[in-house]
């Protein structure tokens, strides 16, 4: 049931506008630029290993174009279940970026799957930060946390 509900909500917001890639596919690449779409302190609590933080509110193209000058660099965005990584993903896409992936489920989703997440000292963690009390009922491995 889980696994519809988090399929169900990425329905309901997203319009895969940005193409999709699994954790699974993720999990099997070693190169690729990974962009956390998320709020700082969602990233500081952990993230996906070597990802950039990029943030939502806050985010700058020009950072990205900075750290990213290849238009044609493999990048995946991701956040809590793909939501936000949409819009980022399709913000990079009209700024000319050709191979731009939104990780589908995000880093719950990722998470769930038994795939690692680390915190700001490169280690590993079961800290992922669940958003709020409805978004993280989707997250079912891990230790859920709201600061």
């Known amino acids: 049931h889980a696994q519809s509900k988090l399929d169900k909500a990425i329905k309901r ?37 070597n990802a ?16 990213v000058a290849n238009k044609n660099t ?25 191979n731009v992936k939104n990780l589908y489920g995000g880093i719950f989703d990722w998470k769930n799957k038994d795939q690692p997440v680390f915190n700001m000292n490169k280690q590993e963690t079961e800290k992922v930060h669940a958003f709020d009390k409805e978004w993280g009922k989707l997250l079912k491995k891990g230790k859920k946390t709201y600061n």
């Open 74 to 98: 493999p990048i995946v965005v991701y956040c809590s279940i793909g939501v936000r990584s949409e819009n980022i993903g399709e913000v990079l896409l009209e700024m000319g970026y050709t």
């Open 52 to 67: 950039t933080w990029v943030g939502y509110d806050t985010f700058d193209k020009k950072t990205v174009s900075t750290k």
């Open 13 to 49: 917001f997203n319009s895969e506008s940005v193409p999709y890639i699994h954790v699974e596919e993720l999990a099997a690449l070693d190169s690729v630029i990974l962009l956390d779409t998320r709020e700082k302190q969602e990233f500081t609590v952990s993230h996906i290993k």
